[in-house]
């Protein structure tokens, strides 16, 4: 059963916090990207990873931090940095960022909150 | 700076009738667009994909490209309850790695 997994479904952030969400794929895509969603806005773009150990900064990475070690796992990191982390946080794969392939697919998404 | 535009609704149509959507896009280099179903809480679905000048249907949807007018839409016909959702436009230049989404049209459609 192929898809994109995010972890958690709901995540608490104290103050000074740094925490971690979790997003893995199946679908062999070499290309993963996390945005932003505040309400009623459209989605805006943190970090994007065309192939492992390599990664780009989008629109909004500042207080934001990403690994790529492995194909299917795409980690964000929000620094205590970010000091309005409160959002819904999704992930997305595609199979490569090229003609036709670039259609992104995402996940089920993480809601940060803060304490 | 790219930008996509959308009205931000809500749109409200009775149930059977067409809903149409549309999203006007400041980059004319831009390659490709699609169309993302958004439902409360959750997250977006793609709908369709669309690259050239004209029509593609699927199904009830229909999504519309004019590029020398840098205006894509989605028509659906036969409206139901259950496609009440927000609906996102997202535009892709030069087939690079940055989607640009529109804040998205809230569609009510009415029983």
């Known amino acids: 059963d192929g898809g994109i997994t995010q972890s958690p479904k709901y995540l608490f952030r104290k103050e000074g916090q740094n925490v971690t969400l979790s997003c893995e794929q199946n679908l062999n895509h070499d290309a993963m990207y996390w945005y932003r969603q505040d309400p009623g806005q459209g989605l805006r773009l943190i970090y994007y990873s065309q192939i492992v150990n390599d990664f780009q900064k989008g629109d909004i990475a500042e207080g934001y931090s990403v690994s790529r070690e492995k194909k299917e796992s795409f980690p964000l990191t929000v620094t205590s940095a970010q000091k309005n982390p409160t959002a819904f946080y999704l992930c997305?794969?595609?199979?490569?960022?090229?003609?036709?392939?670039?259609?992104?697919?995402f996940g089920p998404g993480t809601r940060l909150l803060v304490l | 700076q790219k930008e996509v535009e959308q009205n931000s609704g809500p749109l409200s149509v009775p149930e059977g009738a067409i809903a149409s959507l549309n999203c006007t896009y400041s980059d004319r280099g831009s390659q490709s667009f699609f169309w993302y179903r958004q439902y409360s809480g959750k997250s977006p679905e793609l709908i369709m994909s669309?690259?050239?000048?004209g029509d593609k249907e699927d199904g009830r949807f229909t999504a519309q490209l004019n590029k020398a007018s840098q205006y894509v839409s989605l028509l659906i016909r036969d409206s139901q309850p259950s496609d009440s959702a927000t609906y996102l436009c997202?535009?892709?230049?030069?087939?690079?790695?940055?989607?640009?989404f529109g804040p998205g049209t809230r569609l009510s459609v009415l029983p």
């Open positions: 997305a794969s595609s199979i490569f960022p090229g003609p036709g392939q670039e259609t992104q697919y």
């Open positions: 997202a535009v892709n230049h030069n087939y690079g790695q940055n989607f640009v």
């Open positions: 669309i690259y050239s000048n």
